[in-house]
């Protein structure tokens, strides 16, 4: 199999299980307190990946790793903490897990603004547009109709704003380094740091390690498909494809959380929050479309 239909398999993959992150994990914080949440999702998700990087990963790749890739692996977990902490929070507070899809289809927006700045990548006319359409649908989402600042947006869209700008740091420090540190031990790398986060919160807020059953079921699903499928998923599809185009394939996971929203939950976008959201899906493709283009002309 070519490389390419390798990159696609793998985005696909993650595209699927990233959707039911979405639906599963609501369905979790509908019943728990975030860090008993953690505990298990994050729980659970280490064991998977431990599994698998028993089964793929020379263990003399991690034993001779140096000090340098250590820093990096802190770096990227202590990111991933950060940035999963904000976006289970949105998650938690924004009714409608459609609705914080397509707000967190702004994180593409930062991972070119973040290129542009570290990478020194160049930048066009195409993704001016599709930053500008993306910027002004996740408005359109997020507006309340208030003219106060306090109440202009929905609550919980500072969360998955700030989610997505560390996100994109994230992205960008694995993309440098995914050649040099495997996929599967950056996924149990990001999986550990979030585990040890989630039991010093639980030891904080003293929350009980006993859950219900329904809650506890959901958790096992959503954990082999979120801190496992997904980012085993994603990191392989940025070693086969460029990370534009594992955006554009990236841009439907939005459509396929709605649909999981109406059958799960039945529960559908406002009509004015679907066209903000389509905007965002044509913004992030326009993006994505921009950096392949530019990529043509250098060739």
Known sequence: MKNSSKGYLW?????????????????????????????????????????????????????????????????????????????????HTIENPSVTSFLGNMSPIFVTILG?????????????????????????ISYKGSASLSGMFINGTGYIVMSSLIFSFSTIIAKINIKKIPPALLSMNR????LLFSFSMMLVFQKSFIIPSGAMVNIFIGSLLGPFLTVIAGYNALKYIEASRNSILGSSKSLFVVL????????LPKQHQLYGGILTVIGILLISFGKMILREKKN
């Open 11 to 91: 985005s696909f993959a993650s595209i699927i299980a990233v959707s039911n992150v979405y639906i599963f994990s609501k369905a979790v914080l509908n019943e728990v307190h975030i860090a008993q949440f953690g505990l298990y999702w994050f729980g659970l998700g280490l064991i998977w990946n431990l599994i698998f990087v028993i089964k793929t990963c020379k263990w003399s790749t991690i034993a001779n790793l140096h000090r340098g890739q250590y820093s990096i692996l802190a770096i990227v977990g202590i990111l991933e903490v950060t940035a999963t902490t904000f976006f289970f929070t949105a998650i």
């Open 116 to 140: 542009i700045t570290i990478l020194k990548e160049r930048f066009n006319y195409i993704e001016a547009i599709g930053i500008l359409l993306t910027l002004t649908g996740a408005f359109i």
């Open 191 to 194: 999986a550990f740091f979030l």
């Open 260 to 267: 999981g929203a109406y059958l799960y939950f039945q529960m």
